[in-house]
């Protein structure tokens, strides 16, 4: 067995986002750490479950059924991998992609926001993104209704690269009324999971495939947010990961953009009004 393959077989065992497992990983390195899964070297009644798939898996069948669903397998110690998540406190133990690798290597906008945009929002989604595309950046973002969904488009609409950080497997359309938007994502960009195809999207996957977005991407813009919302705990694991952060200010009576006055009040995000401006502040960091 090789690392890839023991990759594998913990990819489809471990619950993505796990700094324990991070740590393990990297202390005792993929082959050992399944070995000593399997072995029963921890808590037999915390990891039980963990235990009994690891027993089970083997790394082909893992391997043939990502590629079932056209995905592919890339994992840290390959040459396709995004540095830039090796910044992570919990890399990813591996991931699958559908389209195109090389989508993940191109510098990127990170743009987030609420399920519930304005117009305003949605068209301020479309033309940064847009913008940044013109540039030769690729657009990250969750594939959610609303912003994400703005973002992504204005990207695809530009003939830009986009790419689409998915809570579920590459093969379930979460949310249901995009499966032609993740189609002509793969066309040009990419679908990145950090879960196996199948797999559906709970609550907690939202928040660990948060960080992705953060740490793929060279910068984040926020567009409109709640006042508690998933965008700012993107926003935040980008500052702690001393990526620039972005914020689209509005009116201060509308509740979508709450959040992001409540970043620009804190001094966690930059007011940016323009792409010229975004642009400017993200080459300062650079």
């Keep these: 067995m090789n690392v890839e393959e023991a990759r594998a077989i913990l990819f489809s065992c471990i619950e993505g986002g796990s700094t324990f497992w991070c740590r ?12 000593r899964l399997r072995a029963g070297a921890y808590d037999p009644i915390r990891f039980a479950k963990t235990n009994a798939k690891a027993v089970e898996a083997n790394s082909s069948t893992v391997l043939a059924e990502i590629a079932r669903h056209g995905g592919q397998f890339i994992t840290p110690e390959g040459g396709q991998w995004p540095e830039r998540l090796n910044d992570l406190a919990a890399v990813p133990i591996g991931l699958v992609v559908k389209g195109s690798i090389d989508a993940l290597q191109i510098p990127s906008l990170a743009i987030v926001g609420t399920r519930n945009p304005t117009n305003y929002g949605v068209r301020v989604a479309g033309d940064f993104a847009a913008g940044f595309v013109d540039r030769e950046w690729a657009i990250v973002s969750g594939g959610a209704y609303g912003i994400d969904a703005a973002a992504h488009r204005g ?107 409540r970043l620009i009040g ?18 300062s960091y650079r």
């Design 155 to 261: 990207a695809l609409i530009a003939e830009g690269v986009t790419v689409a950080i998915l809570a579920a497997g590459i093969d379930v359309n979460y949310p249901g009324g995009h499966a032609r938007l993740f189609a002509e994502i793969a066309e040009s960009g990419a679908l990145v999971s950090e879960v196996m195809p199948g797999v559906r999207a709970i609550p907690a996957r939202f928040l660990t495939r948060n960080r992705l977005i953060a740490a793929l991407s060279c910068a984040t813009l926020v567009v409109e947010a709640a006042f508690r919302s998933g965008s700012l705990r993107t926003a935040r694991d980008a500052a702690e990961l001393m990526r620039p952060v972005m914020a689209i200010p509005g009116p201060i009576s509308s509740p979508t953009s709450e959040g992001c006055h």
């Design 24 to 35: 393990e990983i990297d202390e005792h390195g993929p082959l050992d750490t399944l070995q």
């Design 266 to 283: 804190e001094r966690a995000a930059e007011v940016v009004t323009s792409v010229a401006d975004a642009v400017e502040f993200v080459a």
